[in-house]
């Protein structure tokens, strides 16, 4: 799973800096999903171990770190929706589209991380 995990992060610091450079650099909050992703590849390296127990704890951040960044871009899209739709103008889209693409990477990758570590779990029991 730490290798999947690399996979992820490289996406989302991709997203970042598409998201970044495609607002014209303008707004240094499209980087926030390259700093989830630095964090999660950060870890996720770290968790190539033959060490179990570093693994476990490596992992266990990093799905920690995802979620939080799950709640967080579907709690900014729902927001910016809603304030828009609140003013009567068009949300900005490609905010919207950077959050949403933010939470669906990161939900993705939580839902792996719970589906490998019920796995492993019922591994260990067999």
Known sequence: ????????????????????????????????????????????????????????????????????????GAGSAVGGYHRAALKNIPPDPVALASQLALALLLLIYVLLCVRSFIVARLDGKV
């Open 1 to 72: 799973m730490a290798k999947v995990t690399l996979v992820f992060a490289v996406l989302l610091i991709a997203l970042g800096l598409a998201g970044f450079f495609g607002t014209g650099s303008a707004h240094p909050t499209a980087l926030i999903p390259a700093w989830i992703g630095l964090a999660l590849g950060l870890f996720g390296a770290l968790a190539i171990s033959p060490d179990e127990k570093r693994r476990k704890l490596f992992m266990h951040i990093n799905v920690t770190i995802a979620l939080l960044g799950f709640l967080g």
